[in-house]
C-alpha cells in the first residue's frame, strides 16, 4: 500500500508498506462487479486502525512516491502492449467474420465499404505494432521512454477502442452476444483507456514534454 507516513511532507511523505492478509484491522469487502476484466477480482480494501510491523516497509520511507513514478514507465508500457495486442485479436475476429458471413449472396466482406474499413483497421493496428516494437527496443535498451510511452499508452488505448467498436459493428447483431469473443474483446478494452492514467493525464504529460504548462 501506498501509505502517507508524514502528512505535512507532501510527496516526500508517502512511503510503500506491505499489508498481509490477516492484519488487524484490516479486512476486504465486497467483489466488485465490473463491465469487464472478469478473470481480474476487484474489491473493496478496509483499513481500519490497521497495524503492521516496521519490518514490513518496502524500500525506504519517504520515497514510495519516487518509487512509484519510476514503475510508471513500465507500467505504461504494460498496459500498451494489452492494447496492442488486443486491437490485433480484434481485427482477427472481424477478418475471420466478414469472410464466411454471407449476404446478397456473397460474403460481407467483398462489399467495398466493409473492405475498406477493414483496411482502415489493418493499417491504425500496424501502425500501432510499428510504434510498440520501438519502444520496447528501446526500454530494453534503458533508455528513457516517457514522453513517448504517454503516447503509446494514450493512442494506443484509444485505437483499441476503435477497432473493437468497429470489430462488433462488423458482425452485426452477433457482436452483442456474450457467446462471440468479440463481445469479451470489446467489453475488455475500455478499461485501456482509463487505468495506468487516462488519456486526458497522458496528453497532460506529453505536453508538458514539449515545453507547455497546460
Given at each position: 500500500?501506498a501509505?502517507?507516513?508524514?502528512p505535512?511532507?507532501g ?21 466488485l462487479e ?8 476487484t474489491a473493496?480494501l ?6 503492521v510491523p516496521?519490518?514490513n516497509?518496502?524500500?525506504e520511507?519517504?520515497k ?6 519510476e514503475k510508471l ?8 502492449i494489452k492494447?496492442q495486442?488486443l486491437?490485433e ?10 469472410k ?5 449472396g456473397k ?5 467495398q465499404?466493409?473492405a475498406?474499413r477493414?483496411a ?9 505494432r ?5 519502444l ?23 485505437m483499441?477502442?476503435?477497432?473493437a467498436?468497429q ?5 452485426g ?8 469473443r468479440?463481445?469479451?474483446i ?8 482509463i487505468?495506468?492514467g487516462t ?6 504529460i ?5 515545453g507547455?504548462?497546460p
Amino acid at each position: 500500500m501506498a501509505c502517507k507516513t508524514d502528512p505535512n511532507a507532501g510527496h516526500r511523505g508517502i512511503s510503500l508498506i506491505l499489508v498481509d492478509k490477516g492484519a488487524p484491522g484490516f479486512h476486504r469487502g465486497r467483489k466488485l462487479e465490473k463491465m469487464g476484466y472478469h478473470m481480474q477480482d476487484t474489491a473493496e480494501l478496509f483499513f481500519e486502525d490497521c497495524r503492521v510491523p516496521i519490518t514490513n516497509l518496502l524500500g525506504e520511507e519517504g520515497k514510495g512516491f519516487k518509487y512509484m513514478m519510476e514503475k510508471l514507465q513500465q507500467k505504461r508500457l504494460e498496459v500498451s502492449i494489452k492494447c496492442q495486442v488486443l486491437a490485433e485479436e480484434a481485427l482477427k475476429e472481424a477478418l475471420n467474420y466478414v469472410k464466411v458471413r454471407e449476404a446478397f449472396g456473397k460474403p460481407i466482406g467483398n462489399f467495398q465499404y466493409n473492405a475498406f474499413r477493414l483496411a482502415d483497421m489493418a493499417t491504425e493496428v500496424q501502425l500501432g505494432r510499428t510504434f510498440l516494437d520501438s519502444l520496447i527496443k528501446d526500454h530494453i535498451a534503458g533508455k528513457s521512454i516517457v514522453q513517448k510511452v504517454s503516447m503509446a499508452k494514450y493512442w494506443l488505448g484509444e485505437m483499441v477502442n476503435r477497432i473493437a467498436y468497429q470489430a462488433v459493428q462488423l458482425h452485426g447483431g452477433y457482436g452483442y452476444m456474450e457467446e462471440y469473443r468479440v463481445c469479451k474483446i470489446y467489453k475488455d478494452v475500455r478499461c485501456l483507456s482509463i487505468f495506468a492514467g487516462t488519456s486526458e493525464i497522458m496528453k497532460l504529460i506529453i505536453s508538458r514534454a514539449m515545453g507547455l504548462n497546460p
